[in-house]
């Protein structure tokens, strides 16, 4: 069945490969589309959760009125704009348009012209469309925070830059696999920015959502994951961190709760936490999981095992996702009233919410390579380390098509992530002794 190029579509769609954008983030990318289709007439741009709502629900009615009016059709600076998007990045969005069936006929050439189209068009559908209430969601200030990015994400583009993305042919659902470097892409890699990224979300990580950040709160999250680690639960801290990180800033997948947040209750789960994503009017439960080795293929193969040994993979009946989360951890951590909200908008319908629970997986591994890293420039050495990480997504993508299809995975959607480091096993460990301590 052909998709919808409704505006979250186009947005995932053009989200990795923007010219001129910073990071990756859904935000961003919204924020340069109005810029470049209004050619820098939109004032004032929105706030940023508005850009976010427009990133998951939809662009709204008001907005695409006010970028018809003044979008000039004749000299289309949207075209323009995509026209500066990369050769390689055109072709890879080509292909995307013909698999959803959105343009079976398209090529590399014509994509420009084509996006600026369907932009527009969405802007005309949207504009002429009645006046309709939206779904109702929780907007008083008590229900605000469940809904909204826990992740302090502010300084992502400063510690990563985005390789490349693709998706895994096997899945059938939506999904994306990325592969990241820390800058400057030199090694051996400098830690230093990912130690303060890491630093600023490990009160948001450990921590249940809507709790005031303080000196005191963080403290309790430093000391809470300091007896996480002790207990022999989790085989590799910082890798449950940066997926809990790049699930919100990445994909805007919403942290319900983790499984070091839960610790204190003497309660425990499967997967390292429950997220929850709304995509294009639907809503996913998404399991994280991670790991970290020095050896890319064994840390693809032991995430895999670890997520078989999930009870929703292990039960010889289906388990609705819905199922999969623990009420009594929702109350526990929400109270009565926000986790009635977040069970309500998790009650099974037809259009809703997705059946089959979801995977978020960051997979942290030792680079190598055998290209000469030392006998060049700077930017020689970027370029080589650039091409060595896009051979590992390739290998990624293959081996993580071979065992989904093993498992008959194919229907749920999976959100990858890959970050090389100098050596993933020990320089992680190190990292967090000296975030934490031990």
Same mark, same amino acid.
């Given at each position: 069945?052909?998709?919808? *190029? ?32 209004? %050619? ?16 998951? #629900? ?29 050769? #390689? ?35 005309? $559908? ?57 800058? @400057? ?20 990580? *450990? ?14 999250? *430093? ?10 639960? @989790? ?69 895999? $095992? ?31 009233? $926000? ?12 259009? %809703? ?20 890293? #030392? ?58 002794? #000296?975030?934490?301590?031990?």
């Amino acid at each position: 069945m052909a998709k919808e *190029a409704n505006f979250t579509y186009l947005i995932d769609l053009v989200n990795p490969y923007l010219p001129d954008a910073a990071d990756t983030s859904k935000e961003e990318t919204v924020s340069l589309i109005i810029e470049h289709a209004s %050619d820098n007439q939109y004032s004032p741009m929105p706030a940023s959760s508005t850009l976010n709502t427009y990133a998951t #629900d939809g662009i709204s009615r008001s907005a695409s009125k006010k970028l018809l009016n003044l979008i000039n059709k004749e000299t289309s600076s949207l075209e323009e704009y995509f026209n500066k998007i990369g050769a #390689d990045q055109l072709t890879l969005i080509a292909k995307k348009l013909k698999k959803d069936g959105i343009s079976p006929d398209v090529y590399r050439g014509k994509v420009p012209a084509l996006l600026a189209n369907l932009f527009t068009e969405e802007f005309e $559908k949207v504009a002429s469309r009645k006046n309709r209430r939206k779904q109702k969601i929780p907007t008083k200030s008590e229900d605000k925070d469940i809904f909204t990015k826990t992740v302090s994400d502010e300084t992502f583009s400063t510690v990563f830059r985005q390789v490349n993305a693709s998706e895994i042919d096997a899945v059938k659902n939506r999904n994306s696999i990325h592969a990241f470097v820390l800058k @400057p892409e030199l090694l051996p890699f400098s830690y230093t920015n990912l130690k303060n990224l890491v630093t600023s979300n490990i009160t948001s990580y *450990a921590i249940a959502r809507g709790v005031s950040k303080t000196d005191v709160v963080g403290l309790q999250a *430093a000391n809470l994951l300091r007896k996480y680690a002790k207990s022999g639960i @989790p085989n590799n801290l910082l890798g449950e961190l940066l997926a809990y990180i790049f699930l919100e800033h990445e994909d805007n997948a919403l942290k319900l709760y983790t499984r070091a947040e839960i610790l204190k209750f003497k309660r425990t789960i499967d997967s390292e936490g429950i997220y929850l994503k709304r995509d294009q009017g639907k809503n996913q439960l998404i399991l994280g999981a991670s790991q970290l080795n020095n050896n890319l293929e064994d840390a693809i193969n032991n995430v895999v $095992k670890k997520i078989a040994t999930f009870d929703n993979n292990r039960s010889n009946e289906m388990v609705l996702a819905t199922d999969i989360v623990d009420r009594s951890i929702l109350r526990t951590q929400f109270g009565e009233d $926000k986790s009635n909200t977040i069970i309500k908008l998790m009650a099974p319908t037809e259009t %809703d919410f997705e059946d089959i629970a979801s995977y978020g997986i960051f997979i942290g591994y030792k680079f190598r390579t055998q290209l000469d890293l #030392d006998d060049c420039t700077q930017e020689e050495a970027k370029q080589k380390c650039r091409q060595a990480i896009n051979c590992d997504l390739e290998q990624a993508i293959r081996q993580l098509n071979i065992v989904i299809q093993q498992h008959h995975w194919q229907k749920s959607s999976f959100y990858v992530y890959l970050l090389p480091f100098t050596n993933a096993e020990e320089d992680t460990h190190a990292i967090m002794k #000296d975030l934490i301590g031990e």
